[in-house]
């Protein structure tokens, strides 16, 4: 009960539908090796955090990056093309809300998610009450919260519309 109470208050914060609540099957995305198209939000996802990398047996090998916020600026410019560090809305978008964590689809993420560990991910919102603090999603649990942008987290990148060579 507690998780649905938060999911209702996050979804009206965050002006999101109570739909994403539900969860997210696999087959609302498209994988394709190191990518997830997420046919919904039309965003495409790399499925491994910075500091692994897909391999083409299918996973994430190594060990996702901790970084501030500074670093992720850097790992963005970085990547390129059109890879940028999402926005709460967007990173919220794929959570799964469950009764037990982690809460982020696994077969479409395969990293990122260490047992009972904190597993918080940057994005680029700011909290507009405390505009020095920075939103991030914690994947293990699925808790949106503030921090500074000293503090170190994991960074997932995302980017708009797929290329039509992403179906190809």
């Not at 999402?86 to 993420?109: C, M, W």
């Amino acid at each position: 009960m507690t998780r649905s109470i938060f999911c209702i208050v996050v979804a009206l914060c965050l002006n999101t539908s109570l739909a994403l609540c539900d969860g997210l099957p696999s087959s609302r995305f498209i994988l394709r090796q190191g990518e997830a198209l997420d046919q919904t939000t039309k965003l495409i996802w790399r499925r491994c955090s910075i500091g692994s990398t897909w391999h083409k047996g299918g996973g994430c090998e190594g060990t996702p990056k901790l970084m501030d916020f500074n670093d992720a600026k850097v790992h963005e410019k970085e990547a390129g093309n059109g890879w940028r560090i999402p926005t709460i809305q967007e990173l919220y978008s794929i959570i799964e809300h469950k009764d037990r964590g982690p809460a982020i689809n696994t077969e479409v993420f395969p990293d990122g998610i260490n047992s009972d560990e904190e597993a918080p991910y940057w994005t680029v919102s700011r909290v507009a009450e405390l505009p020095m603090l920075f939103y991030f999603i914690n994947f293990q649990n699925g808790l949106v919260d503030g921090h500074s942008q000293g503090f170190v987290m994991a960074l997932r990148l995302v980017r708009n519309a797929p290329s039509p060579s992403f179906l190809k």
